[in-house]
């Protein structure tokens, strides 16, 4: 499995970005996608996670901002996230995970200004 995350940018303080996931393969045969992000300094983290049969699960510092979904047919998932604050600035990664191999993408950049 290939991904390719992309969407990333520069936006305001209270605004929104969507990020992209696009995967290589069929998501019918991905049990766990997710969203990580890596500020500097700072290890990279669980910023919400999804797997078929459960509901997604948030960081608490996104609850309520953040949505993570998925489309089959696009082999894509994604990562809604609005009112964005300066400290969701961060280097964004997506994750597979298949058959227990887990896969990331190359990373994204979100920026977001005061």
């Known amino acids: 499995v290939q991904l390719q995350a992309s969407g990333g940018g520069l936006a305001e303080a209270g605004g929104s970005l969507r990020l992209s996931c696009a995967a290589s393969?069929?998501?019918?045969?991905?049990?766990?996608v997710a969203w990580y992000r890596q500020a500097p300094g700072e290890q990279r983290a669980l910023v919400a996670r999804?797997?078929?049969?459960?509901?997604?699960i948030y960081a608490d510092s996104v609850k309520g901002r953040f949505t993570i979904s998925r489309d089959f047919a696009q082999n894509t998932m994604y990562l809604q996230m609005n009112s964005l604050k300066p400290e969701d600035t961060a280097v964004y990664y997506c994750r597979a995970v298949k058959l227990g191999l887990e896969f990331w993408g190359q990373g994204t950049q979100v920026t977001v200004s005061s």
């Open positions: 393969g069929s998501l019918h045969s991905i049990g766990v």
């Open positions: 999804t797997a078929i049969g459960s509901s997604p």
